[in-house]
């Protein structure tokens, strides 16, 4: 019987657990931290031996093989140990993979690929289809394929767990766009973090399709260095494609199958030039699954804001109060900006990850008439808008946060907590600082 150690105890490595019970394999997991108790109780569920606070060298270093969790980096010491005994390290979405024959579209990139994720899985929902979604998003993907049975999955993807792929193959690969992020993972260099990316296309047969975003640079650039086999489908807001998705007037143009359909840009539920970015690439998801127009104009035009990410909580005394906690690098803030219509009160702040806020100085200098740093080491953020924003102050609660944004806000104006960075300074993650907020405007 060959054995599967995993590593890391949360939602992508007890999925994997569970899958290598469900096969077969003498499972074994380990967490160097403390193990939620939602997940030990699986683990405990499933029988499946597992250790926390610790990693004993004897009960990993004689796997066959080790699934290794995203959040783990490859340059720890376990897994640089595994490395050099030759035991292969794969990451749970490659381990998955091998007992799925189910269609997968699968969408990666910096920015956007959570709310591109969540409208393919509507859109293939309201076409009557069996889908599944995971990844980076909802359940565990291994985890739907030891205990359920579905003929598609949308898989929203990260970098990390591309990095430990070597046959996983979509049928449709999406990257939204690439900017700079997590590059403290990838040796600080640009061209590591992008390859990343790009391991989603490498398994990609003349069968299959890679849809992208032909406006951005570094996709574009990189494409250049490498061949695909595969259908290529860009989507542009700036020039007509041939194939793929543009805009002509105020209507989005898909073409695809030698067929042309539009749709007018004013039904789109989402708002913002980097939304209709996203409901592209929704939508020629939809046209390659052959989903028909009329299903894919409807949810276009009904799709409801995901949570955390540009989610509206409520209008107070005609201020708009906007949840945009997931935003956590500076070209997602950039979007948040750039999409209001009202004067800004702006709430930012939190671990920075090497940002350089310059770019989003036009932005602020047209839309931000207040910030509210909400972080414990704000002196980046007042050096950077200080000499254009007149009214900033400092907060280290959400509820501090959304008091003084209230007093800073007149009717008619938006509060956007959109912070640009991580969450983990004053929050547990990005989700806890959403909630913390969602509920202190709910008290005002």
């Known amino acids: 019987m ?8 949360a939602e992508s490595g007890v999925g994997a657990a569970v899958l290598a019970k469900v096969k077969g394999f003498d499972v074994f997991l380990s967490d160097k ?28 270093l004689n796997a066959d093989e080790v699934v290794k969790s995203p959040g783990i980096p490859g340059t720890v010491p376990m897994v640089q140990k595994i490395r050099e005994k030759g035991i292969r390290v794969v990451s749970e979405i490659e381990f998955a993979s091998r007992y799925d024959s189910a269609k997968k579209i699968c969408i990666t990139g910096s920015n956007g690929k959570t709310t591109t994720t969540s409208l393919i899985y509507y859109l293939l929902q309201n076409a009557g289809l069996n889908v599944g979604l995971g990844g980076n998003i ?3 993907y291994a985890y739907q394929v030891a205990t359920e049975h579905f003929d598609y999955y949308v898989l929203e993807i990260s970098s990390f767990q591309l990095d430990d792929i070597y046959d996983f193959r979509p049928d449709i690969a999406i990257i939204t766009n690439i900017t700079p992020d997590h590059l403290d993972r990838y040796d600080h260099k640009m061209e590591n973090y992008v390859a990343a990316k790009f391991n989603i296309t490498r398994n990609l047969t003349q069968d299959d399709c890679f849809i ?8 574009v650039g990189h494409l250049s260095k490498i061949v695909l086999r595969c259908k290529m489908l860009p989507f542009s807001q700036e020039k007509e494609v041939k194939e793929g998705a543009f805009i002509r007037e105020n209507k989005m143009v898909l073409r695809y199958d030698k067929k042309e359909t539009d749709l007018f840009l004013e039904e789109l539920a989402l708002g913002g030039k980097h939304n209709i970015y996203n409901s592209m690439a929704a939508a020629l998801a939809a046209k390659v699954t052959s989903i028909e127009d009329e299903v894919i104009r409807k949810s276009l035009s009904s799709f409801q804001p995901i949570e955390h990410r540009l989610e509206p909580v409520l209008s107070i005394k005609d201020v708009l109060y906007i949840n945009d906690s997931k935003a956590t690098n500076v070209d997602s803030a950039w979007y948040a900006l750039e999409c209001q ?3 800004v009160v702006w709430i930012v702040g939190g671990t920075d990850k090497g940002n350089d806020y310059s770019v989003l100085n036009e932005l602020v200098k047209q839309k931000v008439k ?18 254009i924003v007149q009214n900033i102050t400092d907060a280290l609660s959400a509820k501090e946060a959304v008091e003084k944004a209230s007093k800073m806000a007149e009717a008619g104006d938006v509060v956007l907590l959109s912070p640009c960075c991580a969450s983990f300074d004053l929050f547990k993650n990005y989700e806890d600082r959403g909630e913390q907020f969602k509920a202190a405007v709910r008290n005002l």
């Open 212 to 219: 992208f975003d032909s406006d951005d640079e570094i996709t």
């Open 370 to 387: 207040g910030i509210v740093c909400l972080g414990k080491d704000n002196a980046k953020i007042h050096a950077a808008f200080s000499p």
């Open 2 to 9: 060959s054995r599967v150690v995993v590593l890391g105890g």
């Open 341 to 343: 219509k009202r004067p």
């Open 138 to 140: 909802g359940k565990s």
């Open 33 to 60: 931290g403390q193990i939620k108790e939602q997940y030990a109780k699986t683990l405990r569920e499933w029988d499946i031996p597992f250790e926390e606070g610790r990693h004993t060298e004897d009960l990993i």
